[in-house]
């Protein structure tokens, strides 16, 4: 029987984590209970599973009280069955850590600032020795950000490529730095190059694909991730980009908006008074 490619998909996620697991024994997992996170927690799971090797498995969630998040992560660490770390932010975390997240990441930018913190706060809380095991890349390769939907199917492709050249470039050095500054090491089991290579030569129309009357972002995934035996309830909910989902960008907007200055001014302002 001819494999399919969502099938083939299955297999090499399935790989790239099992290859990450079988050199580290602590494994810290920022989890959202998205696609993206949840199919490596439950692969991390089922590689302890199939094995027989025990691996320390800790998910955490990094974000606001009440942020939309927490309640998605919690029940995906619920049917996953696997231990959920919950880091609340509040503003004097921020008013302690921008300036210092800022120094480490090199940037500025509010979108890899807003990214970075919860990353930040995970590092920050994971067990000494662990591999920080993230999701980056997902979107990149299958057409996850919302804003993919107005792209037109002929330029999808193109605007993805685009897209994961710079998250090589400036947002998993980003996730390094971060990662490192706690003595961590990090691993990006979507970047693996047989993950890579299937994303290439995968249509458009199956990375957003028309089902009735709406579009699925990241449709092969979704399947694979089915494939591999994640719940379809995980595998089908949508979610948030970070920085929303964990209620950062919009806290980061409020405590500027209360200094009377935009989001890059104040993350200009806590640079500075973080160098006093």
């Known amino acids: 029987m001819e494999r399919t490619r969502s099938s083939e998909l299955a297999d090499a996620i399935s790989a790239s984590v099992f290859n990450i697991l079988s050199e580290r024994e602590v494994v810290s997992i920022p989890f959202s209970g998205g696609l993206d996170s949840s199919t490596i927690a439950y692969l991390a799971k ?3 599973d199939k094995t027989g090797k025990k691996r320390y498995i800790t ?25 959920l770390i919950k880091i609340e932010i ?10 210092r997240v800022v120094k480490i990441i090199g940037s500025t930018n509010p979108v890899h600032v807003s990214v970075a913190l919860p990353l930040y706060f995970v590092s920050k809380h994971a067990k000494k020795g662990s591999v920080i095991m993230t999701g980056q890349g997902a979107d990149e390769l299958f057409g ?11 330029k ?6 685009e897209d994961y050249k710079k998250l090589i470039s400036e947002g998993i050095k980003r996730d390094k730095a971060i990662a490192e500054f706690f003595g961590l090491g990090v691993a990006f089991p979507y970047l693996d190059e047989s993950i890579v290579r299937i994303a290439k030569r995968t249509e458009p129309q199956e990375k957003i694909k028309q089902v009735a009357d709406k579009k699925i972002r990241k449709y092969i995934l979704r399947q694979a991730a089915v494939i591999v035996g994640l719940p379809e309830e995980i595998a089908m909910r949508e979610k948030k980009a970070a920085q929303y989902g964990s209620g ?10 209360e200094k009377g200055l935009d989001v890059e ?4 302002y806590a640079r500075e008074k973080s160098e006093l």
């Not at 998910?59 to 231990?83: H, I, M, Q, R, W």
């Not at 950062?248 to 409020?254: Q, S, T």
């Open 144 to 154: 996850g950000y919302a804003r993919y939907l107005n792209v037109p199917s002929e």
């Open 46 to 48: 089922k590689f302890e």
């Open 156 to 161: 999808l492709n193109e605007v993805l490529e």
């Open 248 to 257: 950062v960008m919009n806290l980061i907007k409020k405590m500027a908006k």
């Open 265 to 268: 001014g104040f993350i200009n």
């Open 90 to 99: 509040e503003e004097k975390d921020i008013e302690y850590s921008l300036g």
């Open 59 to 83: 998910l955490y969630t990094a974000g606001v009280e009440g942020c939309y998040d927490f309640e998605n992560a919690k029940s995906a660490a619920d049917l996953l069955s696997l231990p």
